[in-house]
Each structure stands twice: as structure tokens, then as C-alpha cells.
């Protein structure tokens, strides 16, 4: 049985903004839909897909397409994206110890 999924406006949205600027980014660069899809590793179908916003392609390939085509993601050239993600983990570390969930207890007992 397929699963049928619902999405939010915005996050149909931003992968369908994200789609469009794939989509121009590989069309300055003058590269066919082949060739891209040939450098990500992926059919020529999927790219299609891909450019379009379709939500069922995985978040790994459309994040690689665009660090392929230059397309900055998150963050300006700046602060690195290390440097974001650091900063987000000790943001997370600071959170008050009843919103992170709970780890079981491991029975090492034979």
C-alpha cells in the first residue's frame, strides 16, 4: 500500500523555489539536464523532478545539486556551515533537559 503524504504550503514552496534556482543556476552554467544528472549520479528523470519540486525526491540529491550548481544553502559566505552547525548543537546542548528525550537504560545484565 503507497503511503499518500501531505505537506505544508511553505515547504511545497521551498522545494519548489529550491527546484526553479537548480533549474537557472544549471541553465547559466549552460549544462544539459544529462550532464547534471550524470555529475549528482542520478537519472535524468529524477533531475526533472527535482527542478520542478517534486517532494518525493530525497533531500540528500537536491542538497547535492545545488552545492554542484554553486547555490548557496543556509547560511552567506561568512560564517561556515561548520560553524552554524556548532552553534546550533550547543544551542541544543543549553535546552532545558525535559524537551530532549529521554535514553533508556541499556541491560547489560546476563
Known sequence: MKITRTYSRLAKEAASL????IQLARKEKAWSEQTLAERIGISRTTLQKMEVGDMTVAIGL??????????PLFVSESPSLSQ??????DKLTLMPKRIRTKTKKVKDDF
Do not use: N, Y
Open 18 to 21: 529550491l527546484g526553479k534556482e
Open 62 to 71: 537536491v542538497l547535492e545539486a545545488a552545492v554542484i550548481l554553486g547555490i
Open 84 to 89: 552554524s552547525i556548532r552553534s546550533a548543537s
